[in-house]
């Protein structure tokens, strides 16, 4: 139980799979939202940048073991910014929160990653005012952690290494009672955030993927989560 929900979890318990009850929202990927080639996903705002050759398209995938893939247009900076409908999650004390995403770039240092959660903005990567997430940028193989509130930020770098190819796990747990954020990558606990912690303002799921070279760079995406317990 958290917070008088009954909550499933596996591999680790800040871990959430799924939670039901009266004071649960949550959100699970899955292909029919993401829909046929072209078509941006529903119920998600996109903003996508396609200068060169190609389109950015996050498209279904039906390989086993992925759900969507984002591919990007062919310059550099090509790629696509994705915010999940409404602001419907707050880190504050009488909340629980678990995101989650596993996925695979197929060219690591020549591509630019944030996934999390973050107020409404296009061009995250290029500086969000509130925010809780990962990072990894061009020219680079090297995971950040961050927590932003006002845009003073609490960042700890270095705390991974995203590899070409291969399924990368990154997760991270808010717990209220503490005003701690747990970030975890491939099912170990990375860093702790007790600062700069955005609680004065709603976030939406956010994944934002950007080549950095003119050439068609993919994301593939297994899963993604967001599960808030006590809104």
């Not at 046929?36 to 086993?64: F, H, I, K, L, Y």
């Not at 994705?82 to 909340?95: C, F």
């Not at 939406?204 to 967001?226: D, K, P, S």
Request: hydrophobic content about 35%; glycine content about 10%; charged content about 20%.
């Amino acid at each position: 139980m958290v917070r008088g929900q009954l909550a499933y979890y596996e591999g680790h318990q800040m871990r959430l799979v799924d939670a039901v009850g009266s004071d649960v929202y949550k959100y699970e990927l899955r292909p029919d939202i993401l829909g046929a080639t072209t078509t941006d996903p529903r119920g998600w705002t996109s903003t996508v940048v396609e200068a060169g050759s190609g389109t950015t398209e996050w498209d279904a995938n039906d390989t086993a073991g992925r759900v969507g893939t984002i591919t990007c247009a062919a310059n550099e900076d090509d790629g696509g910014s994705y915010q999940l409908l409404g602001e419907n999650i707050e880190l504050t004390s009488d909340q629980d929160v678990y995101v989650g995403a596993k996925l695979q770039i197929n060219d690591v240092d020549q591509t630019d990653l944030f996934f999390g959660l973050a107020v409404t903005d296009t061009a995250l990567l290029g500086g969000v005012a509130d925010a809780v997430y990962f990072e990894s940028v061009d020219g680079s193989a090297s995971i950040s952690t961050v927590t932003e509130k006002d845009s003073t930020e609490t960042q700890n770098d270095s705390a991974g290494t995203l590899v070409d190819a291969t399924d990368i796990l990154l997760e991270f747990y808010f717990d209220g009672s503490s005003s701690s954020v747990y970030f975890f990558i491939d099912g170990t606990l990375v860093n702790t955030h007790t600062a700069n912690i955005p609680d004065d303002e709603a976030l939406r799921l956010t994944i934002e993927f950007l080549t950095g070279e003119a050439t068609a760079n993919t994301c593939n995406v297994q899963f993604m989560r967001v599960i808030q317990i006590g809104r």
